[in-house]
């Protein structure tokens, strides 16, 4: 294959804007951004170039290499994500559906979850993570690294996936269960 057929990725080429009150830095390899609700930090291959200047951060290949453009959109998303989460957050709600299924706070980083088995769950939330469970069984989690909240909140709803006949279970707030039709008694 032609290396000119190989284009940058377009996501990789769009520049982050830095938002106020987030400092971002870049040093061997390693990009650190700090903002109002915390700090992330991630490391990246030699493959590209991360430039900060007059209030944006924008990623460069460092050579013509195919294999090297693939990353340029990966990292741009990366940085994004970071600046995002530092300066607005991220937020991931859940709820419970269900006839006694309930969760409940233990301390500030353990979740007793009720959902039916014989025992309860409890689960030990990252460092990085807060939650807040309401009345009416819906789960809000808020973290500053968008990979840690979705990795919490796809295993909370693993405990107890959402079933297609009634819908009980653990699911996302946004997600539509599709509905099965149960069997029906011959007359």
């Known amino acids: 294959m032609n290396v000119d057929t190989f ?4 996501i990789g080429k769009a520049p982050v804007t830095i938002p106020k009150g987030v400092e971002v830095k870049v040093a061997n390899n390693k990009i650190s951004v700090k903002g109002p609700k915390g700090s992330l930090e991630q490391e990246f291959k030699d493959n590209v170039k991360v430039l900060v200047q007059d209030g944006e951060v924008r990623v460069e290949l460092s050579d013509n290499n195919p294999e090297n453009r693939m990353f340029s959109g990966l990292v741009r998303s990366l940085i994004n994500n970071m600046v995002i989460g530092v ?3 991220f937020e991931r709600k859940l709820e ?3 006839v006694g299924y309930r969760a409940d706070m233990r301390g500030s980083n353990e979740i007793i979850f009720n959902l039916g088995y014989s025992h309860p769950i409890v689960y030990e939330l ?3 993570v807060t939650s807040e469970i309401s009345k009416d069984n819906k789960i809000t989690l808020r973290s500053v690294d968008k990979e840690v909240i979705g990795r919490v909140a796809a295993k909370i709803r693993s405990f107890r996936p959402p079933e297609p006949y009634k819908g009980k279970g653990i699911k996302y ?3 539509v269960i599709v509905r099965k039709a149960g069997k029906t008694a011959a007359k």
């Open 7 to 10: 284009k940058q990725s377009r």
């Open 87 to 89: 300066s607005e957050g």
């Open 96 to 98: 419970i559906i269900g």
């Open 126 to 128: 990252p460092a990085s």
């Open 173 to 175: 707030a946004e997600e």
